[in-house]
């Protein structure tokens, strides 16, 4: 990775990723001062993705109650929490499930507390257990099983703004060519733990993919940290010491703290090294907020957490985020930009600034619009910006 990461990096030309000196005092920020998620696990201390914690280091995000009560609250209904869920609790598998292409059929029926898939051409079938139904269901949720000791993607999705089931994501949408091929895309062994990882808490421990036992949706543990020993000094009155054993993620720097949600929403380094590009991307915010030119300037209110809570629930009023705008941009025309408001004001309006400066573009085989957070002026009839 790191030998990959070096090549790319000396086929970009370095003139065009350097920035002005930041305002506040903070430095510019470049492409040598960001990680791939694959580095930033190996490096020491706790990252999203990481799997070197034992199971018996976690203690489950029932522990964190008693006192974090009010985060606890809000934060299990984000769709962070509920980004994966037992089958059998999916609301949008209750009635079952009839889709059809050309001669293949394809339902999930609900018998007690057990979802099959049944795939079938006609004359022959193939059904199996659903154990997962991963994502939320606001823009999508996909079905995971196994076949032949393997991890697959159901061929069919729920579609938020369809209101119906459609073809998975990244599928083939001409009719399969056999059984075996209209059953959905087989997940590899380098993928799964990668898949999980960020749809699950604890899918890997001890360096060992161990999805049987893993906690469904992001938890408190997948960002804080294993907390059994935190959770142990704390019920001894040992406060102090306790809070030295788990993540609090106070401090970082703006690069680690993107990077931080760009272990699963995908870092600059991460997009650019797999080779993706087009507007796609714009599924990858972290990704897409390194690309802005506020960003590359390294000031310390530009990152995920500045917008986004990420123990409450996605506030999606676009007036909401006026005042972080405000926080950078002076508001009129007239006045002259400070040291903690280096940011000129916008000619057109100081309200619902994200409608305009941070637009929304459809991922057509995703069948919803995803806010692109490239912040910038954005020019009438300009391509997507990769």
Known sequence: MAKARASFQIALVTGAVLCAAAALGQNPITIADQYSTPERVKRPGWWPTKGSASRDEFSGSQACVPCHSSIAQTQFQTKMALTAEPATRSKFLQSGVAFSQGSFTYQIERS???????????????SEPVPWAVGAGGNGQSYLFQNGGSWYEARISWYGALGRFDITPDHPTRQPE??????????????APKCFGCHFTAATVSDHFDPTHATPGVACEQCHGPAAAHVAASRSGLNEAGASLVNGLRGMSPVDSVDFCGACHRTWW??????LTGPATVRFPAYRLEKSRCWGKGDARITCVGCHNPHELLVRDARAYDSRCLGCHIASASAKPMQDHPGKACPVASQDCVTCHMPKYEVPTMHTKFTDHNIRVVRADAPFPD
């Open 112 to 126: 007690g507390q057990l979802d099959t898939y049944i795939v079938s051409n006609g004359s022959q079938s193939v």
């Open 178 to 191: 056999s059984l075996d091929k209209a059953l959905g895309r087989r997940i590899s062994s380098e993928e």
């Open 270 to 275: 991460d997009v650019n090294l797999a080779g």
